[in-house]
């Protein structure tokens, strides 16, 4: 990009002032580097908006044009447009959060970031740089955006660097990508040595919902496919296994919605986090398996430390993740089907005995004092309850009752023929994991039939548990 006024310069190869960019031609606002990519600046627009194109766009494909655009909480509704450092509204006194889109097939403008913008900055005073890379990102040829991706991630590895030269340090860099823009900041941190203060990442174009944050990343973010579910930072959070997501369609005849709505849902936890209506506990476990049978509900290894939150608060974690010998913690927990996505967990142990071994869900309704009704489905698949032996499980509500005043639990075998079995428990125990100073609830001596709902007065445990 070159500086307000500059004049229109020969075919030639030559430096831009003050940027260390080879340019080989320009005119007027547009510079074409050496690599190929285009920068732009347009100064008939009063307040820069990102770029938007049609579906044709992406069917014909796009060659290469970056914008970056510069908000603040002095500029918050009209941005500016970065030619270099040199700025009205740039202060690399605070940090710098660059927000990075991914692959655009159909050529439109990602929706969610003005809301993460603004978001951003309500809960800090910093410098967002919107990286807007549309030409380049739209087309229908996935290859070509996610080669046009390494070189996006070049232009910013000079911006950057030009940032450092006036006075910026690496530890205020923070990078939020999503999708290809993950590999783009992903190939930043490889290009500063992992270096910078952190990077954010969330996959989701036809995988799984993951995202993971980088306290430094002495690698790159490799291309695989169309995203990643592999852990790749120093920590990966895997909502609802990563897979599957409550809320969005389960077919296809949902049309565009069903491959958008999982893969989407990274960035608006993301964003839920910003919020903070509600804090999303994650825990750490070796899989989501394990996470849903109630074996990974404790957080030792954090200590003094709480369990991590989700999203953008992370950060609070940052010293001591980096310190650990394992180089990844994998995070898992459940969400609600639509905003803020919390959930209230508790942590069921039952202990049966029938002779035989019962295998079937279990579904939870809780009831306070007011006779408001919170239902959770305790499991996703049937678990297995022996005579004698602890079965452990993970159940979550939308809402949190501080008084609970009746339980209410149904066993499904999910037989729709043959006998209806019973499940006898000897104890069943509730204790809450978001709250956990709350003292525990129990109940002794029930008997379940198969898709009988059975309601009862919890009492305190004896002796305290």
């Not at 709505?261 to 398996?289: G, W």
């Not at 999203?311 to 974690?317: C, I, L, N, P």
């Not at 609970?404 to 729709?416: D, E």
């Amino acid at each position: 990009m070159a500086r307000k006024g500059a004049a229109q310069a020969a075919p030639s190869t030559h430096s831009v002032p003050g940027q260390g960019w080879q340019v080989e031609k320009a005119k007027g606002n547009v510079w074409v580097l050496t690599s190929g990519a285009v920068l732009v600046s347009d100064p008939r627009e009063t307040c820069p908006a990102f770029t938007v194109l049609s579906f044709g766009s992406a069917l014909i494909g796009t060659d290469l044009q970056v914008k970056l655009l510069l908000y603040t909480r002095q500029n918050e509704e009209c941005a500016e447009e970065l030619n270099s450092t040199a700025s009205k509204y740039l202060d690399l006194t605070k940090k710098t959060t660059f927000i990075i889109h991914g692959y655009r097939p159909t050529g439109s403008a990602p929706i969610w970031i003005p809301k993460l913008a603004c978001l951003l900055l309500s809960a800090e005073d910093m410098n967002i740089i919107v990286v807007d890379w549309n030409r380049g990102a739209a087309t229908v040829i996935y290859r070509n955006a996610s080669r046009n991706g390494r070189r996006v991630a070049e232009i910013l590895k000079k911006f950057v660097d030009e940032m450092l030269m006036n006075g910026a340090s690496l530890d205020s860099i923070h990078m939020i990508g999503v999708s290809l823009g993950a590999h783009i900041s992903g190939f930043v941190g490889q290009m500063f040595d992992g270096q910078l203060g952190r990077i954010t990442v969330g996959f989701f174009w036809f995988l799984p919902c993951h995202f993971t944050t980088h306290h430094s990343l002495p690698g790159y973010l490799p291309f695989a496919g169309l995203g990643y579910a592999d852990a790749l930072g120093h920590i990966d959070f895997y909502p609802n296994g990563g897979t599957d997501q409550p809320g969005c369609p389960p077919t296809v005849f949902a049309g565009l919605k069903y491959f958008k709505c999982d893969h989407q849902r990274s960035v608006y936890l993301f964003m839920a986090s910003l919020q903070k209506s509600c804090n999303i506990t994650t825990y750490p476990c070796e899989s989501y398996r394990s996470y849903r049978k109630g074996k990974c509900t404790s957080c030792e290894s954090f200590q003094p430390m709480p369990c991590p939150v989700l999203g953008y608060y992370a950060h609070e974690w940052k010293s001591h993740l980096t310190q650990q010998s394992h180089a990844v913690t994998s995070m898992y927990f459940d969400t609600a089907d639509e905003e803020p996505f919390c959930l209230y967990h508790y942590f069921v142990d039952i202990v049966t005995w029938n002779k035989s071994t019962r295998r079937g869900t279990l579904s939870v309704v809780l009831v306070d004092s007011t006779g408001s009704r919170a239902e959770s489905k305790v499991n996703h698949e049937a678990a297995a309850f022996q005579q004698y032996q602890h079965t452990s499980l993970l159940v979550g509500f939308k809402r949190d009752f501080e008084n609970i005043q009746r339980i209410s639990v149904t066993f499904s075998t999910g037989s729709a023929i043959g006998p209806k079995f019973k499940l006898r428990i000897l104890r069943m125990r509730l204790q809450s994991l978001t709250n956990p100073g709350r003292p525990p609830l129990c109940r002794y001596d029930v008997v379940l039939t198969d898709e009988a709902e059975l309601s009862f007065r919890p009492i305190p445990c004896a002796g305290g548990g």
